[in-house]
């Protein structure tokens, strides 16, 4: 069973920077996209941003457009995630997500069959 293994998060000054990473362990599917999500406490998840792995097409919400870069390395396979302007209301516990299987709905994370363990990122004012 593939395994996805998150790092980079960390505590930051409103205002600041930090870059997450994803990487992908064990048993490896295919790879149709890869995403981050995040899930502040008492709130559900929600997503932050995706892109699919061939054609590197990307998608964010509107809360981070503009301040949040997803990217992938192919040959690396690894997935990033550089988050600059960091706001106190971006805190959360930050998942990466694999799905392997292509289709619509990748803003939802009930579509994604691997998760990560999550990495805290926490945005002080």
């Known amino acids: 069973q593939v395994q996805l293994v998150e790092s980079g998060g960390g505590l930051v000054q409103a205002g600041g920077s930090l870059r997450l990473s994803c990487a992908p362990s064990?048993?490896?599917?295919?790879?149709?996209?890869m995403g981050w999500f995040r899930q502040a406490p008492g709130k559900e998840r929600e997503f932050v941003a995706y892109?699919?792995?061939?054609?590197?097409?990307?998608y964010y919400a509107d809360s981070v457009k503009g301040r949040f870069t997803i990217s992938r390395d192919n040959a690396k396979n690894t997935l990033n995630l550089q988050m600059n302007s960091l706001k106190p209301e971006d805190t959360a516990v930050y998942y990466c997500?694999?799905?392997?299987?292509?289709?619509?709905?990748?803003?939802?994370?009930?579509?994604?069959?691997?998760w990560g363990q999550g990495t805290q990122v926490t945005v002080s004012s």
């Open positions: 997500a694999l799905r392997s299987f292509i289709g619509s709905n990748l803003d939802t994370a009930r579509t994604y069959n691997a």
């Open positions: 064990g048993r490896t599917f295919s790879t149709y996209a």
């Open positions: 892109v699919t792995w061939s054609s590197g097409t990307t």
